[in-house]
Structures are given as C-alpha cells and as structure tokens.
C-alpha cells in the first residue's frame, strides 16, 4: 500500500511515497518557486536524484511534474501512478470544526474554504493543492491531516481568549496551536517508551517555528502557539509572545499599517531581528565568536521556552518527560544545554556530558537517578500523515 504525502506551501510543493507494508519511505521531493519564475523539482530515492526545471505556474502544473518524477523509468517508485493507493494532504487549519483528520469529500472541502481566513498565508495553497489533486487523480481516495486538530483536546480555560465573547463566537478568535502532527508523533514514542498508566509530557518542537505543548495521557492540554503561529517563544523570524498593544505602538510610530506591522513581526523579527540572521546554527557560531546580539539571542530563546516548560508543569502538576524535536531540538546541543541548566527543580538530572556528544534519531540525555525523563526524539509528520490516511480508508 503506497500513500502519496502533500505538503503544499504557497510557492512549494513537498511530497514523499510511502509504503505502509513496512512504512518505508520510497522517495521524496520537493517543487519550488510555484507561479514565481525558476521552477525547478528535485526529486529523492534511495538510488539516486532526479531535478527538472520548467515553467510551473500551479498546484496544478507541480503535481504534473510530481507524477512525472514518481513514474520516471530510472528515478521512479511506481509504474502507474495507479499504483498510489491514496493521497494525504496536510492541511494547517481545522477551525473548530475537526478533531481529527477526515477524508475529503466536498462538504470537507468547502469547510476548509470557510475557514481559509484562520490561516490565509497557508490554506489557499492548501486547497489548490486538493483541488488540482482531485482534478488530476480522480479516483484516488483523500484525506485530510490537520496541523490544528491534535490540539481541539484543549480545554476552554487554555484555548479562551479574555475577548468579547460575541466576538470569539462570530470570528472563532482563540488559540489553535500548530505543529500538531510533530507533537503527537514524539509524544506517543515519548509515552511508550515511560510505559506509564498515566503520563505527563512537555513536547518542545524547536525549528525555524518553534511551539511547545503540554501533554496529559496523550492529550494536548495547552500549547504555545495561539490563534497564528506567531504567539509562543522567538522564532526565526517570528517575534513570540508580545504585549498585543505592540501593533499599534509600532503601527503609529513608523507610519505603516497594522497589517504591515503584522508581516513585520512574523518576517523579520525573532532572531532574524536581535542578530540579523535567522539560521540557528550561523547564530550559535556567532555567539563562539562572542557576537553579543547572537548571545542575547539565544539566551532569550532558552528563556522563552524555559517559562513554557515551568508554566506547564505547574499546570499538568507534575512532569514525567522532555521532549525535544525539530531541526534544533535534535541537532543543537548547544540550545538544550542551556534549556535545560537550572532545571533540576523539576527533579531533573540532565545528563550534560552525553548531551555534547550522543547522536540518533532517539536519544535519553537524562542520568538513571533522574526522576524526569529527557528525550531527543525524531521528528516524522509525513509518517503521521501517512498513517492517519491508512486508518481512516482501511477501517
């Protein structure tokens, strides 16, 4: 059984084929500049590589060029692209609508239009690229993976605002949270591997976006990121967590709009802003080199996510485990080292010297005596994908 993942973006298209038999990965690939000129596809299997340029100006025209690179004669994993049993769309927004990944029909489709506005960078793409998918492969059967829905388990007292409440009912104004697919898939292994009753996890997906979840029995209770992705802790470019009266202040002092002071805070704030880089690995070198912006950087990164892993303790009451994924959860020692100094209050004995050096895609960088567990964990929200798209089409 293969299953063909979609991640649309409003100029890119990424894509893997998996096999669920043994849920081995077959290839991946990625189309980018969408529309904008310089379209290219670069297409992975384990036997080799495939690039093509050409003239892309759609969902549409990608998933052509998609097809052609999965039934390629020499860099192809299918014959017939009737060989794909069904195709899994990530989509960022379920509203309030979904609690879970549903398969798209047109009612679903038209739901994921009414709420584009929730997400309106994200979700336009995400739809052109169900709509060209059920253009072109029509008899494939398709499902909907949301970024949002592993966070609908959050209960009122987390995800209110303290708005109108007329307003929050009329515009669903309030906290979503995102990342939902990464901090279910860490947080099953997490909990599996505590082989607990009853569990209590801080899930930290730390990346160019990065969220944070508090997680009880495998369900979310709060998470960082709120209505957008750009409340929680500094992002690459994304500011984080500000007095919401920011806007305005900025809006009125520079002359420009609120809506450009939104862009603003999520493309060229966070560490893009303190250091002038937003690469978390140019700014650790940086800071080796003494570079004080870079320094002040990542001592508010570490900052911002410690509050989150002591605010949601306190509010699980108690904490059985650590996770860190995402590009900088797993590969920058250098940040979970200082994420984790000063944490031995939480009966933490973090393990500092097998931090500097342990490498895998499951690491326990806690020593034995440790009454708190700390994870490194890889990161597949493709495989969840590709698994929430088996389950639903073979119950």
Do not use: W
Request: glycine residues 8%; proline residues 3%.
């Amino acid at each position: 059984m293969k299953i063909l993942i979609l991640n649309a973006g409003s100029s890119s298209l990424k894509y893997q084929v998996i096999d669920m038999k043994d849920e081995r990965l077959l290839c991946r690939g990625l189309v980018e500049c969408i529309g904008i000129g310089g379209s290219s596809l670069i297409h992975k299997t384990n036997g080799g590589e495939l690039r093509i340029s050409s003239s892309i100006a759609n969902h549409t025209d990608a998933l052509k060029v998609v097809i052609s690179a999965l039934t390629d004669k020499k860099n192809g994993v299918v014959e017939d692209i009737e060989e794909i049993f069904a195709v899994g769309h990530r989509v960022v927004h379920s509203g309030e609508d979904f609690s879970q990944s549903v398969i798209i029909t047109p009612q679903v489709l038209e739901i994921c239009k009414q709420n584009a506005y929730l997400a309106p960078i994200h979700m336009p793409a995400n739809i052109a690229c169900i709509e060209s998918s059920m253009q072109i492969m029509k008899n494939k059967p398709m499902v909907a993976v949301f970024d949002t829905a592993y966070h609908s388990s959050l209960p009122p007292k987390a995800y209110m605002y303290a708005i109108a409440y007329d307003d929050y009912k009329k515009y669903k104004a309030r906290k979503y949270g995102f990342h939902g697919t990464s901090h279910k898939y860490v947080a099953q292994i997490a909990a599996d591997k505590l082989n607990k009753e009853h569990s209590k996890i801080i899930t930290c997906h730390l990346g160019n976006g990065s969220s944070i979840s508090a997680i009880v029995d495998g369900k979310c209770m709060d998470t960082s990121m709120g209505l957008t992705p750009l409340a929680g802790v500094i992002m690459g470019s994304r500011c984080g967590d500000v007095d919401p009266a920011l806007v305005s202040f900025l809006s009125d002092l520079k002359g420009v709009s609120a809506e450009q002071i939104t862009q603003y805070l999520n493309k060229k704030c966070g560490f893009l802003g303190v250091v002038g880089v937003s690469d978390f690995r140019r700014i650790t070198e940086l800071a080796e080199k003494g570079y004080p912006r870079a320094v002040l950087a990542i001592d508010m990164f570490q900052y911002s996510i410690k509050k989150y892993i002591g605010m949601f303790s306190a509010v699980m009451n108690g904490l059985d485990a650590i996770v860190f994924t995402g590009g900088i959860g797993e590969n920058a020692t250098n940040a979970r080292e200082k994420i984790m100094e000063g944490l031995d209050y939480l009966g933490i004995d973090f393990d500092f010297e097998k931090n500097k050096v342990a490498k895998g895609d499951f690491l326990e960088l806690n020593t034995p005596q440790s009454k708190v567990k700390v994870y490194v964990i890889a990161t597949n929200e493709e495989l969840v994908i590709a698994r929430e798209t088996k389950s639903l089409l073979t119950k």
